[in-house]
Nanobody
């Protein structure tokens, strides 16, 4: 059974940094596309970033967030710098998509990121 477990969320001041981790088990996602999404209160879930052979970012996080992976650990990371209050959301890791930004089959339970002003 595939499981994705996120960690690393928390409370940070604007301008600060956090590093999210997504540890996968039950399947080795070596070189498969994995992504990060987020959902803020009252808003729809939105694409943040994905990694396959290339990396992809939403315009709102480009140049501030960096996605990476450690295949030996079956783990994907999201380094978030220069955080803004608008980045406050529950962040979800996902895998096995139909496209880079949609149709993901597997999801984690989410980790809360709160950015204070």
């Amino acid at each position: 059974q595939v499981q994705l477990v996120e960690s690393g969320g928390g409370l940070v001041q604007a301008g600060g940094s956090l590093r999210l981790s997504c540890a996968a088990s039950g399947h080795t996602f070596y070189s498969e596309t994995m992504g990060w999404f987020r959902q803020a209160p009252g808003k729809e879930r939105e694409f943040v970033s994905a990694i396959s052979g290339n990396t992809y970012y939403a315009d709102s996080v480009k140049a501030r967030f960096t996605i990476s992976r450690a295949d030996a650990k079956n783990t994907v990371y999201l380094q978030m710098n220069s955080l803004k209050p608008d980045d406050t959301a529950v962040y979800y890791c996902a895998a096995r998509p139909d496209t880079i930004t949609s149709g993901y089959k597997y999801w984690g339970q989410g980790t809360q990121v709160t950015v204070s002003s």
